[in-house]
């Protein structure tokens, strides 16, 4: 029987949310293994002087967690 934890994580980009949501799957990537599935959950961005400067993604990672034996 697999178990499958859920992590929430943002990632950020200063071009665009696809490229945000690609850091947070490859920042997750470096110390978790049996990574599934990816959700965006909600995008948003920074802004300063009337413009987007930084965009952000809240992702929910699902991955399957892996017993010793």
């Given amino acids: 029987m697999a178990v ?8 950020s ?16 990537a470096k110390t978790i293994k049996n990574i599934k599935s990816i959700y965006v959950k909600r995008c948003n961005a920074k802004v300063e002087n009337n413009k987007i ?3 952000r993604a809240v992702v929910k990672i699902a991955f399957v967690v892996q017993r010793e034996k």
């Fill in 4 to 11: 499958v934890k859920i992590i929430e994580l943002i990632g």
């Fill in 53 to 55: 400067v930084e965009y």
């Fill in 13 to 28: 980009s200063p071009n665009g949310w696809e490229e945000a949501t690609k850091n947070a799957l490859a920042e997750a």
